[in-house]
């Protein structure tokens, strides 16, 4: 084949043709190359010429069918149709926001982001607080600082004076992650920030990112920088319930925004990102960490952008904020109404909306809430006065330096409604933020025990002789007595207060003395597992308790609202009592549904009878004698209660009621400077306080001074004191004064056993005080006023 046709062939081919293989044999004589010196083979002059021209035919063909396939595939997915759907949906997506710009204009601003204070009042429909009112007030941004203005754009958004308002890397990466299920993003412009607080809300959906994107380029058109600014600095949230710059620049630095300098502005611009987590406050050592480096980066931010001099830049430190601010309307007991109240909406509506805690939290803070308490501002005032003429006017902490310690808490509760009608929760919630009424650190002691006798009624318990157990049951009063379950000592043997034993004794004359033994083989009797499950029906929390003979002596802790809960259901009837702050609350103009006070049946009539006719022999003959049934401004009134002091004197209690009335009173030794639980031995000039001392004048001073007087006890049971007549064990060698046991088949004789305490047992108090207490002081007060000397009890503790 010549060149010619070779060439001719490539074109036909795609590709120059190779020569058949042969044989020297078959391809005939051979050229010499001289000058080379070797022998070339070449192809047959003839014959090869047509074998060449058809396979170069065939791969040909088979070669175009390829091409041809890749042909489509080229223009199915050809640059210029990849960039033609490209430009395509660019239109689309532009048309689509043309449309979206021209639908979606400014709105008005929501009325939220300048007002949401929540209004308390009293149950009369007097306003008593208005939580909110300092937490935002306007400041118009002339009045705050060029450098402090400066900081929040340094912070958030360093080309705020220069762009348009939006920032759509930022936006896109919102929408995708909401899309996407990651939820929050930052990224936004401050312009965007201030429409999402002003004209929109907080949730993260596509609809109102694509609206917060239309109207922050409109709001950029219509408004100024120094206006969008302004309303970026007042409406933005700042922790501490702080909306507001002038309200975080008081709360944070007690000083006006006007007064703000540079580096407290930067600590505030800061905490935007994060206001819990960067609250100094409260932050934990990484949030601190964070917060300082967000500082300098605000700083070195405005360095970067000419607003601040690097050297004076170099020079500033860190300015630490002040602790927590109170707001001024909420001194005295108003704080801690509205914290009950808040907590108490908050939680009916995590159970209502199944909201989390926090979810709850932002809905009652600052949401513009109007509630009315159920507070009544007679009895309030009264049971004020209680506390001061009781307890703080006799209290001297430069004479003894355990006065300072002593901490009260009271709440009085309406039995047939519920209703929460006067509460002290400590000296002032801008000097003591706990409350007293609704803490749950310290121990009910005694005032458990009457739970004890419910649960044995309930349960129609026997003793470990099989006997029925009632209010006239003989149980061993020796102290340090063993407890035994069938026949097996259990390993716990409580003494009773000041190691006083009081042999054989009913169940009622251990109510009245509050005798340890008594009630803590009572409980066995009876099961700890059932005790636990009646106290939880009376409105204790038990969820975490174990079935421990100790709990019998109280060794739980417990509230004020919890006890007087418990005692309200008995005074009740048996019927559920839950205290409640909250007469009504609205929001919007709608009302919120709380929950009815008053439950269901949880124990017997007959149970719960019972025990407000044991209570009233605590009254008449027990360790409240003195401070209640012998206080001349009793006037009739017909009382049950109980008191209660704990081990080491850490806490001291008496809760009781009228027939209308319920109130606990709780004293706690709190340490004034550390908070830790402190003994209370020696306060007021007494070497104890015991439940029949402060706590017990507390509530007979406020009691006998706002109940009714002509109510009465309707008990449907024919045990205890109130219908029957009870009296006080004695010494063997010291007659009784006191009336007669009632005659019944297990009622012991007015003579003690062999296992009354004898000659030796105490008969001078330690805790008789050697400076003997002003007129006007409360006195610690005797079991028993009918034998002074009586060794038993003789200082009248439990």
């Not at 009293?122 to 118009?140: F, H, K, L, Q």
């Not at 004698?625 to 109980?642: I, L, Y």
Request: proline share 6%.
């Amino acid at each position: 084949m010549g060149r010619a046709e070779e060439r001719r062939a490539r074109q036909r081919g795609g590709r120059r043709a190779a020569p058949p293989t042969r044989s020297p044999e078959a391809a005939g004589p051979t050229r010499s190359s001289e000058a080379a010196g070797t022998t070339v083979v070449g192809p047959a002059p003839t014959g090869g010429r047509a074998a060449a021209r058809r396979a170069a035919q065939g791969r040909g063909k088979a070669k175009g069918k390829k091409a041809g396939k890749k042909s489509f595939i080229r223009r199915l997915f050809g640059w210029k149709v990849l960039l033609g759907s490209f430009l395509g949906f660019c239109l689309l997506g532009i048309g689509a926001f043309v449309v979206l710009y021209m639908m979606i204009g400014v709105p008005k601003g929501n009325a939220a982001a300048e007002q949401q204070s929540n209004i308390y009042k009293y149950s009369d429909g007097s306003v008593m607080a208005r939580e909110g009112d300092t937490n935002r007030e306007i400041v118009d941004l002339s009045e705050v600082p060029k450098e402090v203005q400066h900081t929040f754009v340094a912070a958030e958004n360093k080309t705020f004076y220069t762009d348009a308002g939006i920032d759509l890397k930022g936006t896109a990466r919102g929408i995708l992650n909401t899309l996407s299920g990651k939820g929050k993003q930052g990224g936004s412009t401050i312009t965007q920030q201030y429409v999402k607080n002003y004209y929109l809300d907080q949730d993260q959906t596509v609809t109102r990112k694509l609206k917060e994107l239309v109207i922050s380029l409109k709001v950029d058109r219509e408004k100024t920088k120094d206006y969008i600014l302004a309303g970026y600095i007042n409406t933005s949230y700042y922790g501490r319930g702080d909306y507001g710059i002038q309200a975080a620049a008081q709360d944070y630095y007690r000083v006006d925004a006007s007064k703000l300098n540079v580096q407290q502005g930067a600590y505030l611009a800061a905490l935007l990102q994060a206001p819990s987590q960067y609250d100094w406050a409260v932050a934990t050592p990484t949030g601190k960490k964070l917060v300082q480096a967000r500082w300098n980066y605000v700083l070195d931010n405005m360095v970067e952008q000419g607003w601040l001099d690097k050297a004076e830049r170099d020079k500033m430190t860190f300015p630490v904020p002040k602790a927590p601010k109170t707001d001024p309307g909420l001194d005295g007991q108003k704080g801690y109404f509205v914290k009950l109240a808040k907590q108490q909406l908050e939680k009916q509506l995590m159970a209502k909306e199944n909201l989390t805690q926090d979810e709850a939290e932002a809905r009652v803070e600052n949401a513009g809430w109007n509630i009315t308490l159920n507070i009544d501002k007679k009895k309030q005032a009264q049971l004020e006065k209680a506390v001061k003429t009781q307890l703080t006017d006799n209290l001297d902490p430069k004479k003894r330096a355990v006065d300072k310690n002593i901490q009260a808490g009271a709440v009085s509760v309406d039995p047939k409604t519920g209703r929460i009608l006067a509460l002290y929760g400590g000296e002032s919630y801008t000097k003591h933020y706990i409350s007293n009424a609704n803490r749950t650190d310290y121990q009910p002691a005694s005032t458990f025990k009457p739970i004890i006798l419910a649960a044995a009624l309930e349960n129609k318990s026997e003793t470990q002789d099989g006997k029925l157990i009632g209010a006239n049951t003989i149980y061993d009063g020796t102290s340090k007595h063993q407890v035994e379950d069938n026949g097996v000592k259990v390993g716990f043997a409580p003494e009773n207060e000041d190691e006083a034993d009081y042999g054989k004794v009913t169940v009622q004359t251990g109510m009245n003395k509050s005798i340890n033994s008594v009630f803590a083989q009572m409980g066995v009797d009876v099961g700890m597992d059932k005790v636990l499950e009646t106290a939880g029906k009376l409105g204790m929390d038990t969820d975490k308790m174990k079935a421990l003979p100790a709990y019998t002596l109280g060794t739980m802790g417990a509230s004020p609202i919890e006890m007087v809960g418990i005692y309200a259901t008995l005074d009740n009837h048996g019927k559920k009592v839950t205290p409640t702050i909250i007469k009504s609350a609205e929001q919007g103009g709608a009302e919120f549904q709380m929950p009815d006070p008053i439950g269901e049946q949880v124990i017997s009539r007959e149970a719960a009878d019972t025990v407000t006719s044991v209570l009233t022999g605590v009254v008449a003959d027990g360790t409240a004698k003195k401070s209640v049934a012998d206080n001349p401004e009793r006037d009739g009134r017909k009382v049950a209660g109980k008191t209660g002091t704990s081990d080491d004197n850490l806490s001291a209690w008496f809760t009781g009621y009228t027939p209308d009335l319920v109130t606990s009173v709780g004293l706690f030794g709190e340490n004034s400077k550390t908070g830790a639980q402190t003994k209370m031995y020696g306060a007021g000039g007494f070497p104890r306080v015991n439940g029949g001392g402060f706590p017990a004048q507390i509530w007979a001073a406020y009691t006998f001074g706002v109940a009714d007087t002509d109510t009465k006890f309707d008990l449907d049971t024919d045990q205890g004191a109130a219908v029957q007549p009870s009296s006080s064990p004695t010494p063997s060698n010291s007659p009784s004064s006191t009336p007669s046991e009632t005659p019944t088949t297990s009622a012991p004789s007015n003579t003690p056993t062999t296992s009354a305490p004898t000659t030796s047992a105490p008969t001078t108090p330690e805790s008789t005080p050697t400076n003997t207490p002003t007129t006007n002081a409360p006195t610690t007060p005797e079991e028993s006023t009918t034998t002074p000397e009586n060794p038993f009890d003789p200082n009248g503790t439990q």
